[in-house]
């Protein structure tokens, strides 16, 4: 890789963000359908690609939404893949150091556990989003077929990106995956897995405002 293309995805990985306010307006589905062509490209497990992408157009989105916030507010969580029992350690650490930067940043103050509720809810309504993805996988193809799926995950993501679309990945929406089931006639046999919310970032909103960290390499690297 010449240094060019170094310095680019190295930019790359570092100006993306988990975009959580966008501007009203659609992005245009050739751009859409370029960015999902480039994520294509990731590998996985003999080339099986068990990804299922179910995209939405700025109406069906509106639709969605208002359907998936109603529906929450009357069901339980029923995920096809069981979320994590506990974060424990450093990974409490991380996830209640994002939650807090979020919260900091919208205004939420601590013990105000209304108004940190009603920003969880704002995963259902995709924060405003124009757009949303769906990715689902065949159940047989197990965990590895999902890890192929979090590459392609990431792709799309970084594609996004690179063209100036802001983008969410979002697995609250699959603690919801009978409904998801049903709105996008999922099959029995494949897994609902995790959402995407995408548009143009609304750049002065303030939840777009902070950057999570990251672990230094010796934390997460073990040289032998």
């Known amino acids: ?13 570092r100006r993306r963000f988990s975009c959580r306010a966008f501007l009203p307006g659609p992005v245009p589905r050739d751009v859409v359908d370029a960015a999902l062509a480039d994520a294509q490209h990731v590998p996985s497990w003999c080339n099986s690609q068990p990804w299922q992408v179910h995209a939405c157009g ?35 650490d991380r ?15 601590k013990g105000d556990r209304a108004a940190s509720a ?9 924060f405003g989003a124009p757009h949303f993805i769906l990715i689902t996988t ?30 969410v990945p979002q697995a609250a929406v699959a603690s919801y995956s009978p409904f998801m089931r049903d709105w996008f006639a999922v099959p029995d046999d494949h897994d609902v897995l995790v959402g995407i919310s995408f548009g143009y970032a609304d750049m002065d909103h303030p939840a ?4 999570t960290n990251r672990a230094a390499l010796p934390e997460v690297v073990n040289w032998r």
């Open 95 to 109: 996830r209640r150091e994002c939650g807090w930067q979020l919260y900091d940043a919208v205004g939420v103050t």
């Open 1 to 13: 890789m010449i240094q060019s293309e170094t310095d680019a995805f190295g930019a790359l990985l």
């Open 58 to 92: 700025a109406e069906e989105t509106e639709r969605l939404r208002a359907a998936l916030f109603q529906h929450v507010t009357e069901a339980s969580h029923c995920p096809d893949i069981p979320f994590p029992e506990a974060y424990e350690g450093a990974y409490k």
């Open 118 to 126: 009603a920003q969880m809810r704002e995963n259902f309504r995709f």
């Open 138 to 167: 065949p159940k047989k193809l197990g965990t590895y077929g999902v890890l192929d799926c979090g590459a392609f995950l990431t792709a799309v993501l970084l594609a996004f990106e690179a063209r100036g679309i802001g983008a």
């Open 208 to 211: 777009n405002n902070f950057r």
